[in-house]
């Protein structure tokens, strides 16, 4: 009875953290102005922080305190004799892996999602344009293209190649197109794709079974794990999959940190791990903190386990990766690189926060973000297992990988914490259920006895690899229910083209009953975007910048013209924190017309207002605004336009 204790009183503490979920609060800065969720409800954001958290670590505390109490468990205390990660606490894979049988379908598999890939139906990438989320990556993308530089002209709120990643597209043929950036997001999803194939084969060589059931566990784990990122699933990366288009280069640094667990000393491999430090602030910020602090914490297990000399290759490997990439940037883009990190990091929790949804509740969201949660404290139970059974006796990889993959799904999970929306709690479960996929068919297959005269017939028998290959590329397809794959194949190069170099204009066909950001389009109105960008476009046209303070972020881009200062997005002009910089810019490029009002809302699912007006928030700007310029006209009575002042 007393093995039951650990799984009740754990039990019985997510029934508490339940219960005293709304009850975990922050004072809430009543000095606040800045626009959002959390001005509205007057919430303090940090509260998701502590509220999910404690929801999470509090139970499985709980079980680890009664589970170190019995006594088939090691040790968590490093140095000492009983720590479970040292090798004499370890068992040693007894079975040494052939590859050739597992690199054969890992071959396989990469061809059919490259087939895959070709055979899909890119007539999906010419819908309409998201107003907003598109303009986060065209502008930035046009306003580094104009002018040459990085984050001197452009206030980043992804990241740099994040927000300026229709760059390379663009470059590739030649001119500039929306259709350019969405094709290359979808192929940053077939690369997603092929990355987890290669992380599920590594993996597999750590399974301390026989050949045999390292290759299905390779086929289950690696089959499951490419349904995490999909195509389509969100055009413009705010939402989307569990494995979205930005994980990519988490996974990337992920499949370089598996390969470290090892426990012989490959220099390179250490020192290339180190680069991963600085290279990830290429990409989104965000995980780019999430990439340091997970690299720490592996840098910290390696200390507890006296492995000085990987950490000493991981430091070096670091500080030349930053050393490059100072030297590369210069001393002004660094600057103003370090000084976008610290001022979004003052706002950002306040401006996008949502209130992340009460487990077990009518709360929109809840069930999503319940069975994330729990699925997160069953990979931590199992986590403690595999690491702590004396009788289980983990190799040593296999306890690296549940350590650091568990921490890693509770560091991405961060995501979901801000903005706590259906489709951020989505995006940042990703490492959650790949844990989840892990551990179900670790289980399984541990259970899975198969007699010897099977495994020596699927080992010996080639027919039966070349029939299985054909039989997984027959069933993808079928599932897929994409019966027309063959055609798309045969034309993929004219679907492909005709995306590339598909007008602008044409992502502005609104019809009627489509439904953007608290607008309703109707048989009178659906042109109403095309017709109010050629009439912006003729205004301005002595203009060579334009000033936008509304979150209609397309404008400068179907204007060709980059914007007059770094923050394309007003979102992220705030007060006292960067407003001094914006108008000391505005003042050196002071356009004519000004848009000041449109009518792009952000509300949620049920139409609530998510925010204010956001000149609101910045009133040193507004009585800028004011002093400099004057009404000129509502057009169509959305589009509110300031004119110049003549002095």
Known sequence: MKKFYPYILCLISIFFSLIIFDYLKLPYNENNIIQGTALIKKINPYDNIIKVYFFIFFPLAIFLIMYLLSKDAQGVVPFKK???????????NIFQSKKKQINI????????????FLSL????????????????????????????????????????????????????????????????????VLLNKIILIFISRKISFFYNRHNTYKLIFFLLLSISSVHLSNYFSSLHSSGGSPLSLRTIFFLLFFLFLIYNFEKKNIYIKNFLLGFFSSLSFLWYNDFAFYTNIILFFFILLLFFTKNFKKILNI???????????FSFFGIEEIKEFFFQIK??????????????????????GSSRATKSLLLTIINGIICIHFCLDKNRQSTFEIKMLTIITFFSSIVLFKSALIRSDVYHIRYASGYVFF???FNFYYILLNKLELKIQILNFINSNKNFYFITLLFLILIFFELKNNFDFLQRIKSFKENIKIVLYKNDYHYLNF????????????????????????????????DKCVQNFTEYLVLSYFLKKPTCTKFYNPQFIQHNINDFNFIIELK?????????????????????????NLIKGIPNIEIFIKENYSFYESYLNKWVIYKKKLN
């Open 82 to 92: 009983n720590f479970f990660l040292n090798l004499e606490n370890c068992k040693s």
């Open 105 to 116: 379908f890992t071959f396989f598999i990469v061809l059919v999602l490259i087939l895959e």
């Open 121 to 188: 139906d890119f007539n999906i990438l010419l819908s309409t344009i998201d107003i907003y989320h598109d303009g986060l990556v065209l502008v930035p993308s046009y306003n580094s293209f104009f002018f040459q530089n990085f984050w001197i002209s452009t206030h980043f709120d992804y990241g740099i190649a994040a927000n300026l990643r229709p760059l390379l597209m663009w470059k590739i043929i030649g001119f500039e197109t929306i259709g350019a950036a969405r094709f290359l997001d979808q192929f940053i």
């Open 315 to 325: 430091l070096f490997g670091i500080g030349i990766s930053w050393f490059l990439f």
């Open 343 to 364: 001022s979004n990091l003052q706002f950002i929790y306040y401006f996008n926060f949502l209130e992340f949804p009460k487990p077990f509740s009518n709360d929109y």
């Open 435 to 437: 844990l989840s996929f």
């Open 511 to 542: 019809k009627p009953e489509m439904w953007s950001y608290g607008r309703k389009y109707s048989a009178t109105n659906f042109d109403e975007d095309k017709r109010f960008i050629e009439y912006y476009k003729n205004l301005t046209k002595e």
């Open 588 to 612: 050196k490029n002071s356009p004519n017309y000004i848009l000041y009002s449109s009518p792009i809302v952000h509300v949620d699912k049920f139409g609530k207002l998510q925010q204010d």
